[in-house]
Structure formats: C-alpha cells, structure tokens
Nanobody
Framework: QVQLEESGGGVVQPGGSLRLSCAAS????????MGWYFQAPGNERELVAT?????NANYGDSVKGRFTISRDQNTVSLQMNSLNPEDTGVYYC???????????????WGQGTQVTVSS
C-alpha cells in the first residue's frame, strides 16, 4: 500500500505563485510516474503535469509555460506561477504504476489540496 501526503495548497491572488508537494510513503519498490491532476467544481479531473521516474515530463495545455513539475524519487512538486482564477480547484497527487511487495503496479491518489485564486 502507498500513502500520498500532499501539502502547499492555499489562497493566492491572481498572478501569484504556489508550490505543491506530494510525498509517497509505504513499502515502495518503484513508482513509474508521479504527478498532479486538477478538478474544478462541476468538472472532470484533468491532467496538470506528470513526470516519469526517468524524468520525462508531460503537461496539460492550460499550464504549459506557467507550471513546472519536479520529482525526487518518491516526492513530486509542482511550482505554479502566474496563477489565474481558472486555476481554482482541488489538486490531486497521483502515483501511477507503483510497485510494492505483492503488487505489480497500481495507481494511488492523494486526498487533494485546495487551491483558490482570488483577489
């Protein structure tokens, strides 16, 4: 089993910045990809950014050039710059393809952290 602990959400003014972090814990042998997904009220969850253990990053179109993902083993961070009100919602951390003893690859989600962009 893998636990994901997220931190860094909050309230910020338009144009401001926030940094989210997510740490995975448990009997982890490896995690293929870690990243962030975003869900605005009434909308489906959508990709923000992911990074593989090899360092390949993938970004959603709406955040390219504004957000930067980084990863250090089983911790993933998301630097969010130039935030706008449309970025308001819950940000979920995901560990994809996590290998633990007796489990050959599973996906895990964090509880989510609220980001509110408002003046």
């Amino acid at each position: 089993q893998v636990q994901l602990e997220e931190s860094g959400g909050g309230v910020v003014q338009p144009g401001g910045s926030l940094r989210l972090s997510c740490a995975a814990s448990g009997s982890i042998l490896s995690i293929y990809a870690m990243g962030w997904y975003f869900q605005a009220p009434g909308n489906e969850r959508e990709l923000v950014a992911t990074m593989t253990k090899g360092g390949n990053a993938n970004y959603g179109d709406s955040v390219k050039g504004r957000f930067t993902i980084s990863r250090d083993q089983n911790t993933v961070s998301l630097q969010m710059n130039s935030l706008n009100p449309e970025d308001t919602g819950v940000y979920y951390c995901k560990a994809a393809g996590a290998i633990t003893p007796g489990n050959d690859g599973a996906d895990y989600w964090g509880q989510g952290t609220q980001v509110t962009v408002s003046s």
